[in-house]
């Protein structure tokens, strides 16, 4: 029976342990019920960096690639994947000027957390000053899953406590955990489990050390399945989060989502619309996403920035529960990366196309962009099959 100090999750298993024993047992069930809001130290504040990530015309730029996987995109413009290129590419980023006007939060890897521009300015205070949260990547990657289908699990829950408590004292005040689901291999039951456990073992630790989680589990772009088949993995994964998530206790006023949007396999035969993409997208979201949670930070997945935008401008043309918006690293950093080329004399420039993307999605968050006078970059998809980042 529930008593007013159980914990929620231990007045669940109460409950339905009387349900267990037959339908007329329902009627054994006390009327009067205790609602219990688990407040912790820091609840009013994850409420407040939550909201304020999602605020209107308001996104995310992720910028928290492993080192390995900013060498590959340093890389692709020629660059050495050293120390120093990685702090110029990321003082670019973070030192444009009126980024803040549409980006709310930036997700840094732990490296860029500590760093400081050239000149000395630790990174954490141009976003403070800029108007823009940081965050911090705290899992430590995937790796395979024994007993599945060649599927995987996300490290990085030992430690994981006192990793937050150190990233607070730096400045962070949000978190993102990325693990995967991968349509073609299964997904298996076993991996889906383990997914949305760990996120929520996850969720709580920074909660409780003061970091809004995002929870992200990425379903890859990869394999040939229609849309639908998305969309019932996609609901299938998302009730098993949220499932786990209110066994944690999470409070989900302090939580932000980065799902994928809801789209064929990348080599189906045929393409979907930003509408059709965004009535699944939305379709999945209404059954499985309470309204409790503020904010939906789409990741891109290896479409086109174009695409991206487009995707997310489809979503806000109804009315929805959330804030939808984006929380994009490759639809943000594609065209500017091309525009740099690690050249000094074209910071500027790469500075002013990652405001028009920022502009872009701020658009699209509001329902009110137009592709019109988009460059062929921006159309240009950045799949690659089995991405890890
Ligand atoms: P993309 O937008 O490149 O898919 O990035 C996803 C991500 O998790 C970055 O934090």
Known sequence: MATATAPPSTRWIGSRKLLNRGVSSLRTVPRRVVVQVKAGAYSDELVQTAKSIASPGRGILAIDESNATCGKRLASIGLDNTEENRQAYRQLLLTTPGLGEYISGAILFEETLYQSTVDGKKFVDCLYEGNIMPGIKVDKGLVPLPGSNNESWCQGLDGLASRCAEYYKQGARFAKWRTVVSIPCGPSALAVKEAAWGLARYAAIAQDNGLVPIVEPEILLDGDHPIERTLEVAEAVWAEVFYYLAENNVMFEGILLKPSMVTPGAEHEKRATPETIAKHTLAMLQRRVPPAVPGIMFLSGGQSEMEATLNLNAMNQSHNPWHVSFSYARALQNTVLKTWKGR?????????????????????????????????????GMFVKGYTY
Request: hydrophobic share 40%; proline share 3%.
């Open 344 to 380: 000094p004399e074209n910071v500027e420039a790469a500075q002013k196309a990652l405001l028009a993307r920022a502009k872009a999605n701020s658009l699209a968050q509001l329902g009110r962009y137009s592709a019109e006078g988009e460059s062929d970059d921006a159309q240009k």
